[in-house]
């Protein structure tokens, strides 16, 4: 059994490695923002276009976050996955249970894979900045009990990775297009 703060890494021909990387701090800050423009017009302007043409609103994520090793082997060095910063925003059109739309997105900055912040085997680093955008629709066919949906996983067919593990980058999908039916059963 492994002691408290000690990790168990893979060496590749099932040989392991036991290791403490140290006592690392995290702090962070997270703020969420969202809004519905056509129901603000309407309460700004006391109409009812809500009611005729739906919701359209944009809405965002954002984490920032600042991590450190304070003591151990990586005392200075920051943690791996641990980037600065996430940011998630996106904008999506509800009308009623008829239909619904979302465009979204999230763009992570550059981080370290491994908490040495040394390349390892694989020859980089750190997992290189990314943003990713993907479409989602869906079409009620018979009021919230059957309808039809469909979308698309990263849009614009990004080439990027967001993992590494110490036999090499593991690669994200590319383009990736779904749809299907969905019925509601029950309550």
Sequence with gaps: PLSRGQTKSGMGGGNFERSNSGRALFGGWEAMAEVDTIGFWDKLKGTGLGEKIGSLGPYGNIQLLDAKFV?????????????????????????????????????????YWQDSNAAGTVGTTKVGTYKVWDLALEAFLYKDVLSVFGGIN?????????????????????????GGFKVKIGV
């Design 71 to 111: 003591n151990g082997a990586n005392k200075g060095k920051v943690p791996a996955y641990a980037p600065e910063y996430v940011v998630k925003w996106g904008l999506a059109y509800h009308l009623r249970k008829i239909f619904h739309a979302s465009l979204s997105s999230v763009f992570v900055a550059d981080h």
């Design 154 to 178: 990263n849009l614009f067919n990004e080439t990027y990775y967001s993992r590494v593990r110490s036999d090499g980058i593991e690669p994200s999908e590319g383009r990736n297009i779904h």
